[in-house]
């Protein structure tokens, strides 16, 4: 069984910063990618940031310059930096790892998702 958990949301003000780790457990073998989506009330759930094991990063085009993905291979985690916050970063924030394959074949997990609220 394979459990993604993240951490690190809350309350911060305008211009703040927050960091969100996500870490991944289990008996696997490999995973393809992992990246941060968030969901605000009454909007699709968008993705915010990914990696992959290649190295390759991906950004929304409203947190380019603001947030920073990185990744702790060794202990299968990613985080998120998010600095210079705005009210409109407000959402839930979900990890997700694609293709986690494991000798019963491989699948995405998500995480519960953690709150970030950006408000003064």
């Known amino acids: 069984q394979v459990q993604v958990v993240e951490s690190g949301g809350g309350l911060v003000q305008p211009g703040g910063s927050l960091r969100l780790s996500c870490a991944a457990s289990g008996i696997f073998f490999s995973i393809s990618a992992m990246g941060w989506y968030r969901q605000a009330p009454g909007k699709q759930r968008e993705l915010v940031a990914r990696t992959t094991n290649g190295g390759t990063r991906n950004y929304v085009s409203s947190v380019n310059g603001r947030f920073t993905i990185s990744t702790d291979n060794a202990k299968n985690t990613v985080y998120l930096q998010m600095n210079s916050l705005k009210p409109e970063d407000t959402a839930v924030y979900y990890c997700?790892?694609?293709?986690?394959?494991?000798?019963?074949?491989?699948?995405?997990?998500w995480g519960q998702g953690t709150q970030v609220t950006v408000s003064s």
């Open positions: 997700k790892a694609d293709r986690v394959c494991s000798s019963y074949g491989c699948a995405d997990y």
